[in-house]
């Protein structure tokens, strides 16, 4: 209960944390962590907020020393996939992931899938597959 209340908490205050975060901070199986939020949010009747990928970008930028216009980048091309719609039922860890990484990119920064997945806790395979997503959704092309 007390994992679950802690995810509860941070959705409400915007802090964006994963269960897979929880559940290795806690030594509690994600399984167990989750059964419990759900719990606590239907017998409590709240609706905490989703986390957004802005919410992981931000906290995902916080890794990385970025000059300021990779990062500025990086959240408009959230906001305009959130905009297009482009990014709905994807992984807003992998998509904030994947926003870095191209922003990156832009800027020759040169961040490599592979460390902006480690500091995202998600694979190279979903930055990549979510990087293609955000170049054909938003008809982007860069000339590296």
Request: proline share 3%.
């Amino acid at each position: 209960m007390a994992g679950a209340s802690l995810y509860i908490a941070c959705r409400f205050c915007g802090y964006a944390i994963t269960l897979d975060e929880i559940a290795g901070a806690s030594g509690l199986p994600k399984k167990d962590i989750g059964r419990a939020y759900r719990h606590l949010v239907r017998e409590l009747g709240i609706n905490p907020p989703p986390f957004t990928a802005k919410h992981f970008a931000v906290r995902l930028l916080a890794r990385f020393r970025l000059r300021g216009q990779t990062e500025d980048m990086a959240l408009r091309l959230l906001d305009k996939l959130a905009e297009a719609r482009a990014a709905e039922g994807c992984s807003p860890v992998g998509v904030a992931a994947a926003a870095v990484y191209a922003a990156s990119l832009a800027f020759s920064e040169r961040l490599t899938q592979r460390e902006i997945a480690e500091k995202a806790g998600v694979t190279e395979v979903t930055v990549r597959n979510h990087f293609k997503r955000i170049m054909r959704s938003l008809e982007i092309t860069l000339y590296l």
